[in-house]
């Protein structure tokens, strides 16, 4: 049964920093586009950032270029999103995706866009001024 389960969000001042991770079980296949993904109360659900497991690579939506880094543990099981420089405007419950892809369809869908078939349960991160 496959698995993602996100940790580490909370509650922080502007300015600060949080790591999100999100572990991953159960796939029986390695090559995976992994994504987080952020939604705000009463806002859209955005891509944040993205990797291929297989290769590097990333891709970072504009508003976070520069404050977050997403990366992946040696055993690719675990996806992590650094966030420096946290914004007020960066308040919302964070979620990791993941899907079945090379890394053309990476490509294609430049990290985070289209369907991802997993979806963790979110992490709430709540950034105050």
């Known amino acids: 049964q496959v698995q993602l389960v996100e940790s580490g969000g909370g509650s922080v001042q502007a300015g600060g920093s949080l790591r999100l991770s999100c572990v991953a079980s159960g796939f029986t296949y390695s090559n995976r586009c992994m994504a987080w993904f952020r939604q705000a109360p009463g806002k859209e659900r955005e891509g944040v950032a993205a990797?291929?497991?297989?290769?590097?690579?990333?891709y970072y939506a504009d508003s976070v270029k520069g404050r977050f880094t997403i990366s992946q543990g040696n055993a690719r099981n675990t996806v992590y999103l650094q966030m420096n420089s946290l914004k007020p405007e960066d308040t919302a419950l964070y979620y990791c995706a993941a899907d079945r892809c090379d890394i053309a369809g990476f490509s294609r869908r430049k990290g985070f866009g289209g369907d991802f078939g997993y979806w963790g349960q979110g992490t709430q991160v709540t950034v105050s001024s």
């Open positions: 990797l291929y497991t297989l290769r590097e690579g990333t």
